[in-house]
């Protein structure tokens, strides 16, 4: 039995855009927001469907960053009004990071942990976001799927894949998990993850 994670962020298709007015902030249906994210939980299976099925094997999920702050310049809002270049971005991020410093084969290891955060005001956005930053919306919206997808896969019975959400009670040989590098997908996946296998 294996879940695969794979949280990458997708490349936009290079396409003409019609300038207008934008609809004042009003989110998108691909962004889901919060108002409208049940939409996104997992329906169980039918009793006909579940009839068909023996056991549930492996579960791929693969997942867009979420919210996140502007990452190149926009053009498809007014210059003056609701322009998020000039909005303050607050992204609250702070990650914490480590290197394999030991050659030895014999003593493998990580060093110190290092805090790292952006300062507010040092960055090309108001505020304290890199460009394309994962937003607080972001991660809640990454923490919600991951508590859908505990629902629908952990458990007792066939159709589940954990029956526990407690990492210490799993093999963790069986979780894959892979994102590129950037803060907003790493971000994703970290919040996906901590919705889908709680700190209890």
């Given amino acids: 039995m294996r879940v695969s994670f794979l949280v990458a962020a997708l490349v936009a298709v290079p396409a003409a855009v019609m300038a207008g007015p ?3 902030w009003a989110p998108h249906r691909y962004c889901n927001d919060m108002d ?3 939409a996104s939980r997992i329906p169980p299976l039918t ?9 549930l094997e492996q579960v791929q999920i693969i997942a867009r960053h979420g ?3 502007p990452y190149a310049k926009l053009f498809c809002w007014d210059a003056h009004k609701h322009n998020p270049m000039n909005a303050e971005w607050d992204c609250t991020t702070t990650s914490v990071s480590s290197q394999d410093i030991n050659s030895d084969e014999h003593s493998k290891g990580f060093g110190r942990l290092y805090r790292k955060s952006y300062m507010d005001g040092h960055n090309i956005l108001k505020g304290n976001c890199v460009i394309g930053g994962l937003l607080p919306l972001g991660r809640q919206q990454h923490k919600t799927n991951g508590r859908f997808l ?3 896969y952990v458990g ?3 159709l589940k894949l954990f029956p526990t959400a407690n990492l210490s009670h799993l093999e963790l040989s069986e ?3 892979r994102s590129d590098d950037q803060e907003r997908t790493l971000g994703s996946g970290q ?6 296998f709680p700190d209890d």
């Fill in 22 to 24: 934008y609809d004042g």
């Fill in 36 to 38: 409208g994210i049940e």
């Fill in 47 to 55: 009793p006909e469907q579940a009839e068909l099925v023996e056991s």
């Fill in 67 to 69: 919210a996140r702050a």
């Fill in 150 to 152: 505990r629902d629908a």
């Fill in 156 to 158: 007792g019975g066939s």
């Fill in 175 to 177: 979780i894959y998990l």
């Fill in 191 to 196: 919040a996906l993850v901590d919705g889908l």
